[in-house]
């Protein structure tokens, strides 16, 4: 298996013809052929289903160009990052669950950086995810949830990935509703009152753990769930719908607008803290986040 044969595939698939990746890579209708049927071969699996219209990737192909896509990717980041002649590009990775504070953190310092070359990438993802983008270098920063009760599970993983997390803030559990919710203008809400009200919340994929969730008192049994994959239907879920979320309280200026954030009012409720990992050593997190900040006003 060959870097140039992944490449291919990933054409193909994009294109959905090997006629049409063949003219926009500049490459022949015969080379193209040959890799995917030898790489078929190697692989002992059927990577296209091939008819007049085309090609169709088969269910072990679409596997494939997953991990295809994640080989070249890290193949071309390599390149780049050590090619010689090429000019010292700043580069930050960041995964986050889905927190418009990181959104708003991320936008202020791409908006600082003033160097004449940087590659700035922001993943939403789920805690499963941040933690293997972290563990692998994918990213340099994870931004996720950690309470008391699920700061065992969340530790033993950190430390198996080789992992270091460091608090940025505390903040208590607060109730989002709509503004124009039944609940929107009490002081404070009880778990006991949000019974009747869907919950929503986001999906975690294979990895779905009430110790990987996103909110607190993801254990509490609940009549009427919604799970979703974006801060977007979040938003416009909690604007135009009587369900809620529970979060830090903190909100951003795009949810300022048709959103209450009301206190949790509950016993025993779990401090929410924000925080970040990082697979370097434990001084070294606050000095590359300064030196970043000192090359973008370069």
Partial sequence: MTLQQLRYLIAIAEYGSINAAAANIFASQSNLSTAIKDLEKELGIPI???????????????????????????????????????????????????????????????ESCQTDQYEFVLRE??????????????????????DSFNQRVLAKAFEDANLAFYPLFEADVHVFVSENHPLAKKQSISLEELEEWPRYSFEQGQNSSFYYAEEPFSSMPHKRNIRISDRGTLTNLLTNYNGYTLSTGVLSAEMHSGIASIPLDAEGIPT???????????????????????????
Wanted: hydrophobic fraction near 35%; charge should be positive.
């Fill in 48 to 110: 296209f289903t091939r008819s007049n219209r085309g090609v169709t990737l088969t269910n072990e192909g679409t596997e494939l160009l997953a991990y295809a896509r994640q080989v070249v990717e890290r193949a071309d980041l390599l390149e780049s990052r050590y090619h010689r002649g090429i000019a010292d590009q700043l580069r930050l990775a960041v995964s986050t669950q889905h927190y418009a504070f990181s959104v708003e953190a991320f936008i202020e310092v791409a």
């Fill in 125 to 146: 993802c789920s805690t499963a995810q941040i933690i293997e983008d972290v563990r692998t270098f994918r990213s340099e920063i994870g931004i996720l949830y950690l």
């Fill in 272 to 298: 929410c803290r924000r925080i970040w990992e990082s697979k370097e050593p434990r001084n070294l997190p606050r000095k590359r986040s300064l030196d970043i900040k000192k090359r973008c006003k370069r």
